[in-house]
């Protein structure tokens, strides 16, 4: 049993470890600059195939007190080192991030895998302050009367409706779309055949299938979790336009108003450059942009069947009802000793 | 030519003849070529038989008492060559049982990937998306997704609701060699099942510019007592415009499989 | 030099902040703080699935019974490109487990350390320089 060289795959020191990762991640970052004039599929587009990652450090708004576009690339390269260290460290026993299995065993951590160097303070590059733009009059109320009807719905474990879309399996950040990268299993296959592009989301077995020959979306009454997609060509960039979702998704407090249009540009043979806009005046005062940088994986994807395995939701439900009785128990336990 | 035709060319006009309406081989249908040269069979396509509710040739029977006839099974031949499925007599007496509770059994219900054969026979369509390394098959229900390994074919990592698919062409047709399936999923309304030894080879090659022949080769030697095959037709969707739709499912069976775990009021 | 440290300490907290993994508040919801514990058991069979993998062990209890426990741990995908099977971790392994109990009360943990016989960690992590 012991004699199965991936049984302990050792990775060294955690320090040693997280060095090595950036090291990879530096030089890599230092190779590419001239515009990338590569890869045509046979039928003459871009070609943008394979297995990606847009696993990143870098948040979707600019820390508060950051208040430039950049960092260097010696201050990104430390705050990733930091931030590897980190997730690589041990938890405390008897602390609430302790109640989890280890990230780093099963090679969940970020640092464990391929990603793209970002300078970028924030994923947001429009609006100039790198945070998300004002809520119009819409906005505000919207949130407030989702907050209120989440406050009527009870506690996070009343029911399985209360649980988060991606405890129940229905729907992550890496799907959105926009897809954006999450804690791990950040991986996407990009596949293109005549008249079509497909994304498939490693995070529930999601199949984006975006027909290319300008047929319209679908009639507005018809509302979809990841809407109705459209892709054309402007040069060597591939353009995705959303419409049609429905209002439980949610993006940033989106409405199901958003429009979302995706961009995919290959900028060398190992980088994806993936920029968004969110369209959205029932929401907020402005459109908003984001770029994300997304590095070259590898495969295979395993198949995601989140759903058909998800005991842990099930758990979670029994061990709040438990709870309910323990503390109900004890409630009537008192009264009688009164 | 009152006396006929000249021999050498009446025997070669007998034997085109022949060769054309022998149905097979020599005349078979050569699809459109996908840019490495192989059968291009992109595209949107569809079963239409009744073999969802029954691979077995069924009557029609009652479904749940509140859906009257909407939802009854509706009648089907065999898509089996032979008619039945060989089972070992202790696995048929678990097909009977599952059958006897289907609606409680059957793991379409609980919105759980459906599975190879099935999903190919449900009543939506399929999208295949075909590369020189991979061929993607993406279903509606529950968005199910299948990877057919062209190039670099491995042993399945690890088991699986659609299992890990191996594919190679031969001539016209596609083969998929698939295992490393769980034991979880059924072929069917009806309770046909297997174990997770289940191996299947598939078989898909162009009959015509819309249409695709699929035979299927199944075993499993936990529960059957021999391998059984299912063939049948697949037809292109031709509406202009064709798209596989959404069919996120887990929400309309959350209540059912979570319902029981809700806060009660307190009193 | 100073500008620069300060402006990465402070962008690292906020790039915490700002990354946050759902899983643990329902991991904290399903499992008991108060219920830590520490199993050795072997191995009746790992479920590498999703959304998180299971590992099914016997444990020999006080009196010497055997109770089945299983175990959470995490998404086998990442082992799985990196060469790990369903033949890398072979039935009867014996294996010391150091997690939390489920909330239900029934034999169901978290694995927060999932150890060899040997002591060495299943997989990837730290070695014993770390400690």
Redesign the interface.
């Known amino acids: 049993m012991m004699n199965n060289r991936f049984l302990v795959l050792l990775s060294g020191l955690v320090v040693a470890a997280a060095v090595t990762w950036l090291s990879a991640i530096a030089a890599a970052g230092q190779a590419r600059s001239k515009p990338y004039t590569g890869l045509r599929t046979p039928d003459g587009q871009p070609d943008l195939q394979g297995f990606w990652t847009n696993a990143t450090y870098t948040p979707l708004e600019r820390p508060k007190n950051i208040t430039k576009e950049f960092y260097t690339r010696a201050e990104a390269l430390e705050i990733m080192k930091r931030q590897a260290v980190e997730e690589a460290e041990q938890t405390q026993p008897g602390t609430i991030p302790d109640v989890h299995y280890d990230f780093t065993q099963f090679g969940l951590d970020r640092s464990q895998g391929a990603m793209a160097l970002n300078l970028r303070t924030s994923l947001i590059v429009d609006p100039p302050d790198g945070r998300l733009p004002a809520l119009s009059a819409d906005g505000r109320r919207r949130a407030d009367e989702r907050a209120a009807a989440r406050k009527s719905r009870g506690g996070p474990h009343d029911a399985v409706q209360n649980e988060p879309l991606g405890a129940r399996c229905i729907l992550m950040d890496r799907n959105g779309p926009p897809m954006l990268g999450g804690a791990y299993n950040n991986t996407y296959q990009i596949m293109q055949a005549p008249g079509y592009v497909m994304i498939l989301v490693e995070m529930l077995h999601d199949a984006r299938i975006i027909p290319l020959d300008g047929r319209p979306q679908l009639p507005p009454n018809v509302r979809q979790w990841t809407g109705s997609s459209r892709g054309r060509w402007e040069g060597p960039t591939l353009v995705i336009e959303t419409a049609n979702l429905n209002d439980k998704f949610a993006f940033q407090g989106a409405s199901e108003n958003m429009r979302l249009t995706e961009r995919f540009t290959r900028v060398d043979d190992d980088t994806l450059r993936y920029q968004f806009t969110v369209d959205d005046p029932s929401t907020w005062t402005s459109r908003w942009s984001a770029e994300v940088p997304w590095k070259k994986d590898k495969g295979p994807i395993f198949e995601h069947a989140c759903h058909e395995g998800n005991y842990g939701l099930y758990n979670t439900l029994a061990g709040a009802r438990a709870e309910d009785k323990r503390a109900a128990d004890e409630a009537a336990k008192k009264k009688s000793q009164k | 030519m009152r006396n006929g035709l000249p021999t050498a060319l009446a025997t070669s006009l007998a034997l085109m003849l022949a060769v054309m309406t022998a149905g097979g081989q020599s005349r078979a249908y050569r699809a459109p070529r996908a840019a490495d040269g192989k059968p291009n069979f992109n595209g949107i396509w569809q079963a239409v038989n009744e073999a969802y509710w029954d691979v077995e040739a069924h009557a029609a029977a009652p479904g749940p008492v509140e859906l009257g006839a909407a939802h009854a099974t509706a009648g089907g031949l065999s898509i089996i060559d032979g008619g039945t499925i060989p089972y070992k007599p202790e696995a048929l007496k678990k097909k009977q049982e599952n059958y006897a509770n289907r609606l409680t059994l059957d793991p379409e219900i609980k919105c759980y990937l459906p599975g190879v054969p099935r999903a190919n026979y449900m009543p939506y369509p399929f999208q295949i998306i075909q590369g020189p390394k991979y061929i993607m098959m993406v279903y509606t229900f529950a968005g199910a997704v299948r990877t057919i390994y062209m190039d670099e074919h491995k042993e399945a990592p690890a088991d699986s609701w659609m299992g890990w698919s191996n594919g190679h062409w031969e001539g016209e047709t596609l083969v998929v060699d698939t295992s490393g399936f769980n034991d979880q999923t059924w072929f069917d309304r009806a309770g046909n099942f297997h174990s997770d030894a289940l191996h299947i080879v598939e078989r898909l090659t162009a009959t015509g510019p819309e249409h695709l022949s699929y035979e299927a080769t199944i075993e499993d030697p936990n529960v059957f007592t021999r391998a059984w095959k299912i063939s049948m037709p697949l037809y292109r969707r031709l509406e202009k415009n064709a798209q596989l739709m959404e069919f996120r499912c887990v929400e309309f069976v959350e209540e059912l499989i979570y319902g029981h775990l809700r806060k009660k009021p307190s009193q | 030099m100073r500008t620069?440290r300060a402006?990465?300490g402070?962008?690292?907290a906020?790039?915490?902040a700002?990354?946050p993994?759902?899983?643990?508040?329902?991991?904290?919801?399903?499992?008991?703080?108060n219920k830590?514990f520490k199993l050795r058991g072997t191995l009746t069979k790992w479920?590498?699935?999703?959304?998180?993998?299971?590992f099914h062990l016997d444990v020999k209890d006080e009196s010497g019974s055997v109770v089945p426990w299983m175990i959470?741990?995490?998404?086998?995908?990442?082992?799985?490109?990196?060469?790990?099977?369903?033949?890398?971790?072979?039935v009867?392994?014996e294996l010391v487990i150091e997690?939390?109990q489920?909330?239900?009360?029934a034999n169901?943990g978290?694995?927060?350390?999932?150890l060899?016989a040997?002591g060495?960690?299943?997989?990837?992590?730290?070695?014993e320089?770390?400690k």
Not at chain 3, 21 to 33: G, K, Q, T
Not at chain 3, 73 to 88: A, D, E, F, H, R
Not at chain 3, 122 to 127: K, V
């Open positions: 620069r402006v990465a402070v962008g690292i906020l790039l915490l700002a990354a993994v759902m899983a643990h508040h329902a991991f904290s919801a399903e499992f008991d703080i830590p479920e590498m699935i999703n959304p998180h993998s299971w959470e741990g995490g998404s086998p995908n990442q082992l799985i490109k990196n060469g790990v099977t369903k033949n890398t971790l072979v009867g392994t997690g939390y489920a909330k239900d009360g169901k978290v694995g927060r350390n999932l060899l040997d060495r960690r299943l997989f990837l992590g730290s070695t320089t770390e």
